[in-house]
């Protein structure tokens, strides 16, 4: 007599990567959008760092809900209860390396610069961004079409 398996539920929400990001920064928005511009194969998808969807990803990976100076970048949405995520500038080379072509290509080259040397940088801007960029104000994204990008869009 042979053991029947549970049937896997399939993946629930989009596959492939997404970006979560401090909603509330300026600089993380500006940079969002810039990858929202370079992503010409809509790669890439995103989620505020604040957002229920994000904040529940957090706390399954055991990664702190409350701190929102890291960029977190998961390689597949859809099989995001792995141990599979990218933090800081890690994360930065993931999302420039999967929205590929020359843009990702170039800016993907930070990953020459030895790890413990561009988290500092980016641990320094993490601190400062508020004070030279500012809080993020809520308006319209300039192309409507990128909303269906956001997983926590409503």
């Known amino acids: 007599m042979a053991s029947q398996e549970p049937a896997l539920s399939p993946p629930t929400g989009p596959s492939g990567p997404v970006l979560l990001?401090?909603?509330?920064?300026?600089?993380?928005?500006?940079?969002?959008?810039?990858?929202?511009?370079?992503?010409?194969?809509?790669?890439?998808?995103?989620a505020a760092l604040q957002s229920p969807v994000a904040q529940s990803f957090l706390r399954d990976h055991g990664l702190p809900i409350a701190d929102f100076d890291s960029l977190v970048l998961v390689p597949?949405?859809?099989?995001?209860?792995?141990?599979?995520?990218?933090?800081?500038?890690?994360?930065?080379?993931?999302?420039?390396?999967?929205?590929?072509?020359?843009?990702?290509?170039?800016?993907?080259?930070?990953?020459?610069?030895?790890?413990?040397?561009?988290?500092?940088?980016?641990?320094?801007?993490?601190?400062?961004?508020?004070?030279?960029?500012?809080k993020w104000k809520a308006c319209p994204l300039p192309n409507p079409e990128w909303k269906t990008r956001f997983l926590d869009a409503s």
Do not use: K, M
């Not at 909603?23 to 370079?38: A, K, M, Q, S, T």
């Not at 994360?91 to 800016?107: D, E, K, N, P």
């Open 21 to 46: 990001f401090d909603g509330e920064c300026g600089l993380c928005n500006r940079f969002v959008r810039l990858l929202l511009r370079l992503d010409r194969s809509q790669v890439l998808r995103f």
């Open 76 to 134: 597949d949405w859809a099989h995001r209860e792995g141990p599979r995520f990218h933090l800081r500038t890690d994360a930065l080379v993931a999302a420039f390396r999967a929205i590929g072509g020359f843009s990702g290509s170039v800016l993907a080259l930070i990953r020459i610069i030895p790890i413990p040397w561009r988290d500092a940088a980016y641990r320094l801007v993490a601190r400062t961004r508020f004070r030279i960029f500012g």
